[in-house]
């Protein structure tokens, strides 16, 4: 029985070689990946359910995070892009940094998503006068700009600049600049792999200043009353619900609904002071939040211009907020609910 499925199954194949090899050629060409991205309307992540606070208040309303859908350049996307005029490509040079792969800044946006979270729980908890501690800060290397020159390596963890115990961009930043002019070079101690290291890194001119040419990612290690926990899919990466996700927090600890019972939908970065800051993707995030009906879209007041273009291009109905920080935002849902 088997044999003579074989054979079968063989000689189809001899006869229609050359329509499956055709099919095995589109099927190749369609799905190859091609040197460009898609930037598409997306959706809407409601924050609200990805959050578990205990004990909790209840919410009427609910917290959603507006996001791009970004499509991987092949024949067939990029065909489609052709008559849609609501798709923007894009080469991958010009979303990653120089140097930089798709993978790469896939990993170091991974980062910028943990620190945002950490960032908008700090902003949070403060806000609401809740206890919050932070027992460990550290920063992680997620980018070497071509200008580097350096030993360090990606993913390293850095302990010490010069001698001196850094928790901060701005710790090393400052170290940075207080150097005299005649010292070219610093010294780091990083942890890598488990083991401490000593690194070495050239400093060079720029039109803001000497730099290192490494970006770091803040890794904070919390401890919270009450006792917090966000979820976020494998998938899912950037800084830019950053705000929305502090509102959400924040109205998880207090009694009051800010929310007003209305849906709000939102983007922005936060910083562990609550200040608010522009992202990129606008209009694809705000055709997102119209098609999910909401009621309230807050935007960083540095994108606010370019939010309303978009309203009036597409004659959308959608009320929109701009914001500079956390309390910007907080007086924007009073007024809106009064």
């Known amino acids: 029985m088997v044999s003579k499925v074989y054979e079968k199954v063989i000689n189809y194949i001899k006869e229609n070689k050359l329509f499956l090899s055709l099919l095995i050629l589109i099927v190749l ?35 959603g995070m507006a996001y791009v859908s970004m499509i991987k350049g092949t024949v067939p996307s990029l065909i489609l892009s052709l008559v849609n ?56 290397v997620v980018y070497l700009d071509e200008k580097a020159d350096t030993d360090i390596k990606l993913y390293d963890e850095i302990i010490r600049v010069n001698g001196k115990e850094v928790s901060s961009t701005l710790e090393i930043k400052n170290i940075v600049a207080s150097l005299d002019k005649d010292i070219d070079t610093v010294t780091l101690e990083v942890l890598r792999e488990g083991k401490l290291r000593t690194c070495t890194a050239k400093l060079y001119d720029t039109e803001d200043g000497r730099k290192i040419g490494i970006l770091s990612s803040t ?22 619900g ?19 019972g209305k849906k709000i ?56 907020r701009a914001v500079a920080t956390f309390e910007d935002a907080i ?8």
């Open 29 to 63: 060409v369609c799905s190859f990946p091609l040197p460009y991205v898609i930037e598409a309307p997306g959706g809407v992540i409601m924050i609200d359910e990805r959050i578990k606070v205990s004990p909790s208040y209840e919410s009427e309303g609910s917290f």
């Open 85 to 140: 005029k609501d798709w923007e490509v894009s080469k991958n040079s010009d979303i990653t940094y120089d140097d930089e792969t798709i993978e790469e800044m896939d990993k170091r946006e991974k980062y910028d998503l943990e620190e945002a979270i950490n960032k908008a729980t700090i902003t949070a908890y403060n806000y609401a006068k809740k206890e919050i501690k932070i027992k460990k800060q550290s920063l992680v």
């Open 219 to 240: 890794h904070y290690e919390l401890e919270t009353d009450p006792k917090i926990d966000i979820a976020t899919k494998d998938n899912e990466s950037g800084p830019s």
């Open 242 to 260: 950053g705000l929305i996700t502090a509102l959400s927090i924040y109205n998880h600890l207090v009694s009051e609904d800010i929310t007003g």
């Open 265 to 320: 939908i939102g983007t922005g970065t936060i910083d562990e002071k609550g200040n608010v800051g522009e992202i990129g993707g606008v209009k694809y995030k705000l055709l997102g939040a119209e098609k999910d009906k909401c009621d309230l879209f807050l935007v960083p007041k540095e994108n606010y211009e370019e939010a309303l273009k978009v309203k009036n291009t597409y004659k959308l109905k959608i009320n929109i």
């Open 331 to 338: 007086k924007s849902l009073e007024e809106f609910n009064k």
